[in-house]
């Protein structure tokens, strides 16, 4: 299998143009492709961040989100200590369900409904998201959600928090329930909104910058990003591993939504549905990690893996 990997694009080598090669003209009404991070993201502060920072102080009652733990997901805490110096950045919560205590980043923290945000605004936030980034006017709600680039559809980016929500909440019922009933409420809003033109993208919208700009999560956009670290190999290690266990989860929300149990025994295999779109960004995403890190012959295996499972995918 190692001769194939010079199929693939490797990190940082320029490839050679044809001859008769002519850079295509940028047609009128086209947007160009944002493909800014997540983690260039969280340079832009603002007076909702502001907002939020202040809700998130001693005492305060939060829930967690995006740790790659998901079995700790959507479970209540309290904040007791505040990042202070040589924290890492990091906060102690004690844990509402059997008190024991963990130390968290803040973005990992999310606050109660404040006391002047509206339904709309909480319910965005719920699902990782700002009102803003759904396209619905008249809210600014607290906090940050991922940049949506113009061509992708806004209940597309709804649908994907949802199946995020679901990922990464597997033993929070009641924080589940709260997702489903936010996601319901967002879908009217985005209904009852006039209906935008469709915008042409000027190239298609990379898989990879799907997953690092958050829209399948803010766990799914650390581990994209760890995933391609090039300080540290051990924290490209543990982004590799963070994304294998996505995929793993993702495999499980779907075995969940159709009713089967999890793990799958044998014998129910073949009724797993086949792999959605989630999955697919999420392997793409895995093969060009594994690329920039030098692991040729795993990225051949997982593209391969790609080929099987997505068969009429243009990606």
Same mark, same amino acid.
């Given at each position: $299998?190692?001769? $194939?990997?010079?199929?693939?694009?490797?990190?940082?080598?320029?490839?050679?143009?044809?001859?008769?090669?002519?850079?295509?003209?940028?047609? &009128?009404?086209?947007?160009p492709v944002d493909i800014k991070t997540?983690?260039?993201?969280?340079?832009?502060?603002?007076?909702?961040?502001?907002?939020?920072?202040?809700?998130?102080?001693?005492?305060?009652?939060?829930?967690?989100? =995006?740790?790659?733990?998901?079995?700790?997901?959507?479970?209540?805490?309290?904040?007791l200590k505040l990042p202070g110096q040589?924290?890492?950045?990091?906060?102690?919560?004690?844990?509402?369900?059997?008190?024991?205590?963990?130390?968290?980043k803040l973005p990992n923290l999310r606050?109660?409904?404040?006391?002047?945000?509206?339904?709309?605004?909480?319910?965005?936030?719920?699902?990782?998201?700002?009102?803003?980034?759904?396209?619905?006017?008249?809210?600014?709600?607290?906090?940050?959600?991922?940049?949506?680039?113009?061509?992708?559809?806004?209940?597309?980016?709804?649908?994907?928090?949802?199946?995020?929500?679901?990922?990464?909440?597997?033993?929070?019922?009641?924080?589940?329930? &709260?997702?489903?009933?936010?996601?319901?409420?967002?879908?009217?809003?985005?209904? +009852?909104?006039?209906?935008?033109?469709?915008?042409?993208?000027?190239?298609?919208?990379?898989?990879?910058?799907?997953?690092?700009?958050?829209?399948?999560?803010?766990?799914?956009?650390?581990?994209?990003?760890?995933?391609?670290?090039?300080?540290?190999?051990?924290? +490209?290690?543990?982004?590799?591993?963070?994304?294998?266990?996505?995929?793993?989860?993702?495999?499980?929300?779907?075995?969940?939504?159709?009713?089967? &149990?999890?793990?799958?025994?044998?014998?129910?295999?073949?009724?797993?549905?086949?792999? =959605?779109?989630?999955?697919?960004?999420?392997?793409?995403?895995?093969?060009?990690?594994?690329?920039?890190?030098?692991?040729?012959?795993?990225?051949? $295996?997982?593209?391969?893996?790609?080929?099987?499972?997505?068969?009429?995918? +243009?990606?």
């Amino acid at each position: $299998l190692e001769p $194939l990997a010079d199929k693939f694009d490797r990190p940082f080598e320029p490839r050679l143009q044809a001859p008769d090669f002519e850079k295509p003209e940028d047609k &009128e009404g086209e947007v160009p492709v944002d493909i800014k991070t997540f983690e260039d993201q969280e340079e832009r502060t603002g007076s909702d961040n502001q907002k939020k920072e202040d809700m998130l102080a001693v005492g305060a009652a939060c829930v967690l989100q =995006g740790l790659f733990d998901s079995s700790k997901n959507g479970q209540e805490c309290t904040i007791l200590k505040l990042p202070g110096q040589g924290d890492d950045g990091r906060c102690v919560v004690q844990m509402s369900s059997c008190r024991s205590k963990l130390a968290v980043k803040l973005p990992n923290l999310r606050p109660l409904r404040g006391e002047d945000e509206t339904e709309i605004e909480y319910s965005a936030r719920v699902l990782g998201l700002t009102a803003a980034s759904l396209r619905l006017s008249g809210c600014d709600g607290l906090g940050k959600g991922p940049e949506v680039a113009p061509q992708v559809d806004a209940k597309e980016v709804l649908v994907a928090a949802l199946r995020s929500a679901q990922r990464d909440l597997p033993e929070a019922p009641d924080a589940l329930l &709260e997702s489903q009933q936010a996601f319901d409420r967002l879908a009217r809003a985005i209904s +009852a909104q006039p209906k935008e033109p469709t915008i042409q993208a000027s190239q298609p919208f990379p898989p990879h910058a799907f997953v690092e700009h958050g829209l399948l999560g803010r766990r799914a956009a650390e581990a994209a990003l760890s995933a391609t670290n090039q300080q540290s190999m051990k924290i +490209a290690e543990s982004g590799l591993s963070a994304l294998r266990q996505l995929l793993n989860d993702e495999h499980r929300r779907q075995a969940r939504e159709v009713g089967l &149990e999890w793990p799958l025994p044998s014998s129910s295999l073949s009724k797993l549905p086949s792999e =959605g779109p989630d999955a697919l960004r999420l392997r793409l995403t895995l093969v060009r990690a594994l690329l920039r890190c030098h692991q040729d012959s795993q990225a051949v $295996l997982e593209a391969e893996a790609c080929v099987r499972r997505h068969p009429q995918s +243009a990606a």
